[in-house]
């Protein structure tokens, strides 16, 4: 199972933003540590996946401009690698609303939907 963000609903306009793929992340707040920060991440986003994290997380450095001010940044990237508990807790709810009938979702199978809300 690979999760990734390919677009967002927008409940205003009744569609889907169409975005480039990304792997769930998130930044690290003030004084927080990056198991805190992925903790975080679980509860705000894959809690329903019931994710348990493997080994070691490898950690990537970097340095690049940076977009806002274009002076040298050094950018440090913890990767943790996890695998959903089960296959009955990665039954997820979708998000988009039932009438949603957009072309994507009708030629991709995005996810596995669980409508027995136990």
Do not use: N
């Amino acid at each position: 199972l690979i999760c990734a963000k390919v677009g967002s609903w927008s409940g205003e306009q009744s569609e889907i933003k169409l975005a480039k793929a990304k792997l769930p992340g998130t930044k690290t707040h003030a004084g927080e540590m990056p198991r805190q920060a992925l903790s975080r991440l679980i509860k705000k986003d894959l809690e329903a996946l019931g994710p348990i994290v493997e080994g070691r997380p490898e950690v990537e450095i970097e340095q690049a401009p940076s977009e806002s001010y274009g002076v040298t940044t050094k950018y440090v990237r913890t990767i943790f690698t996890a695998h959903a508990a089960s296959e009955t807790q990665a039954d997820v709810y979708c998000p988009c609303p039932e009438q949603c009938q957009h072309e994507i979702l009708q030629h991709v199978e995005l996810f596995s939907v669980s409508r027995d809300a136990a």
